[in-house]
């Protein structure tokens, strides 16, 4: 059964300053790994999506990675800003007959301080 | 273009009644999904639709849950009898297929059993 983890929970960040969200996964037999962002009471907003045989993609100040035979990403943040805050979701897509569910981690919190 | 459509938003019910979500998903996506996010934790599916086909249903409580998604556009989710631990944000998503495609999410509906 497919595991994702991501660390931290939480984070607190000056304003401008450049982060890196983690997110880890058991079960390397995925078709890609997608990132998403979550507003407090509101749904998920897809950011980024890395296929299987891709290493990384890029969207404004975002840039995610996928490194599938260690069973990491890693979702870049360049000068963060106050509307950066909101928790982060990864989600890896299972590979194979049967199922093709997202599989989320628990998420990372971010708050970007002015 | 309209991305994912749910309704409510919000629903409050005493344990034991029945209640209902809607979801309209983004125009020409085959793939429906619903899923159920406790808080703190990342969504988890409950049923996944291709078209009108209910292709994995082996996460949703049987006994007290029920889908259905007529000509393969607009879909419900019911709970009855509802219970105090089915509290949580139900989530509709869409993509343009199951398979390697990106999934968009809409606003969720928040149900409180009380």
């Known amino acids: 059964k497919q595991e994702v983890t991501q660390i931290p929970a939480a984070l607190s960040v000056p304003e401008g300053e450049n982060l890196v969200l983690n997110c880890s996964f058991t079960d390397s037999a995925i078709y890609n790994l997608q990132w998403f962002r979550q507003d407090p009471g509101k749904g998920l907003t897809s950011l980024l999506l890395i296929q299987s045989s891709q290493r990384e993609q890029t969207s404004g100040r975002l840039n995610a990675s996928l490194d599938k035979s260690s069973g990491r990403s890693t979702l870049y943040i360049a000068a963060s800003q106050p509307g950066d805050s909101a928790t982060y979701l990864c989600a890896a897509q299972k590979a194979g007959a049967g199922s093709y569910q997202l599989t989320f981690g628990k998420g990372t919190k971010l708050s970007v301080i002015p | 273009e309209a991305g994912v459509v749910q309704s409510p938003r919000y629903k409050i019910i005493e344990k034991k009644q029945p209640v209902a979500f809607w979801c309209n998903p983004i125009?020409?996506?085959?793939?429906l999904y619903w899923y159920r996010q406790n808080l703190g934790q990342g969504p988890e599916l409950l049923i996944r639709?291709?078209?009108?086909?209910?292709?994995?249903d082996s996460q949703l409580p049987k006994d007290r849950f029920s889908a259905e998604r007529l000509k393969g556009v607009d879909s419900t989710l019911k709970i009855q009898p509802a219970e105090l631990g089915d509290s949580a944000v139900y989530l509709c998503a869409s993509s343009l297929d199951g398979l390697n495609t990106e999934a968009f999410f809409g606003q969720g509906t928040r149900l409180t059993v009380v």
């Open positions: 125009s020409g996506h085959n793939t």
């Open positions: 639709y291709e078209n009108e086909e209910a292709v994995d």
